[in-house]
């Protein structure tokens, strides 16, 4: 399977907070802002920001007298024993945290062994996740999710993946045409959302952004209910803007 990676914000932020954890890592003893910023290159602005990220989620903590050392969250991910279920846990509370910044129900997903799988969610009672109706492995060509996944693919592997699975109509918005979807997969840039606006079910819309780690295709994604459309773009934006965390313990 061939993939047409393009490189996103989240990506360099990721790659950007790669070099802060190497650079923490390398310092047993603490390290401060100013040598990072000397040792990474990075802006004293750009620097603060990731810093906080990289707090709340757990990878760096700060001692007394203001130095940064490896936090808890980067010792359990770097550790052989326990690693996946400590990654599991950790995207799990990032997931949490986005659902309540966004205010919708958020989905992991990935593209495995031909097939579209959500790995992850995070719902809760005003945020409820999309019923599967029909089997999100059979109808990548009406989700976000779906969309998102092949997009990231080369032109070759989208058509295989079609051939597999029929493009059945689930709603009157539903894109049947092969050729039609396939010239808007390819048109479409790596930095705007792919968007559901109800053509996998009446009265839900969703967005989902690219995670790409390494050779693995993967998304995030959210699911509204129709009355809810207009808070749809500015949630997919927030949601990009908010993803170096999961693509960061992905590739960590």
């Known amino acids: 399977m061939a993939l047409k990676h393009e490189p996103t914000a989240p990506y360099h932020s990721a790659q950007d907070a790669l070099r802060v954890l190497e650079t923490v890592a390398r310092h ?8 990072l910023a000397r040792h990474t290159g990075l802006e004293p602005e750009r620097l603060t920001t990731l810093l906080r990220m990289l707090r709340r989620e757990g990878y760096v903590e700060q001692t007394t007298d203001g130095a940064y050392v490896t936090g808890d969250a980067l010792t359990k991910l770097g550790s052989t024993e326990g690693r996946e279920q400590a990654l599991r846990e950790q995207l799990q509370r990032t997931l949490d945290r986005l659902r309540d910044s966004v205010g919708a129900a958020v989905y992991l997903s990935r593209y495995v062994d031909g097939e579209v799988r959500i790995s992850q969610y995070a719902d809760g009672p005003t945020t409820p996740v999309v019923h599967e109706w029909v089997d999100f492995r059979s109808s990548a060509h009406a989700t976000a999710i779906g969309k998102s ?5 080369d032109h070759n592997s989208r058509r295989e993946h079609l051939s597999r ?5 689930l709603t009157s918005r539903t894109i049947t045409n092969d050729k039609l979807l396939l010239s808007r997969l390819e048109t479409q840039p790596p930095t705007v959302p792919h968007l559901d606006l109800q053509e996998y079910a ?7 952004v690219p995670i790409t780690a390494g050779s693995a295709v993967g998304c995030l994604a959210l699911s ?6 207009h808070r749809l773009r500015q949630a997919a934006d927030t949601l990009n803007r908010s993803a170096t965390p999961l693509l960061l313990s992905l590739t960590i």
């Open 28 to 35: 047993t003893s603490g390290v401060t802002d100013t040598e």
């Open 149 to 153: 996944l092949l997009g990231q693919l």
């Open 165 to 169: 699975h029929r493009m059945a109509r």
């Open 202 to 208: 009446v009265g839900t819309v969703c967005a989902a």
């Open 224 to 229: 509204l209910p129709v009355e809810h459309a």
